[in-house]
Nanobody, 115 residues
Framework: QVQLVESGGGLVQAGGSLRLSCVTSGSRFPIGAMGWYRQAPGKQRDLVATVTSGGTTNYADSVKGRFTLSRDNAQNTVYLQMNSLKPEDTAVYYC?????????WGQGTQVTVSS
């Protein structure tokens, strides 16, 4: 049973910072790309940032320069450092992990940025 356990969400004022963590466990197969997506109320789930097992990162234009995604392959863990947060960053953030055969999601963690 593959599990993704997220932590680090919360309430922060605009301009503040938060750090999200996601630990993946239980996969029989190597974990490939990992990353974060977010979904605001009434909107679709959108990519925030992803990182391959080799360390190549990809960011949504809206977070470039403010968010940094890093990965610890030994621990199958990804960290999303979010700086200069804006009210429009408010959403439920979901961790994602892919293997050759499957796509897994965490339960989501709420990030709320007050103005």
């Amino acid at each position: 049973q593959v599990q993704l356990v997220e932590s680090g969400g919360g309430l922060v004022q605009a301009g503040g910072s938060l750090r999200l963590s996601c630990v993946t466990s239980g996969s029989r197969f190597p974990i490939g790309a990992m990353g974060w997506y977010r979904q605001a109320p009434g909107k679709q789930r959108d990519l925030v940032a992803t990182v391959t097992s080799g360390g190549t990162t990809n960011y949504a234009d809206s977070v470039k320069g403010r968010f940094t995604l890093s990965r610890d392959n030994a621990q199958n863990t990804v960290y999303l450092q979010m700086n200069s947060l804006k009210p429009e960053d408010t959403a439920v953030y979901y961790c994602n992990a892919k293997t050759m055969f499957s796509n897994y999601w965490g339960q989501g963690t709420q990030v709320t940025v007050s103005s």
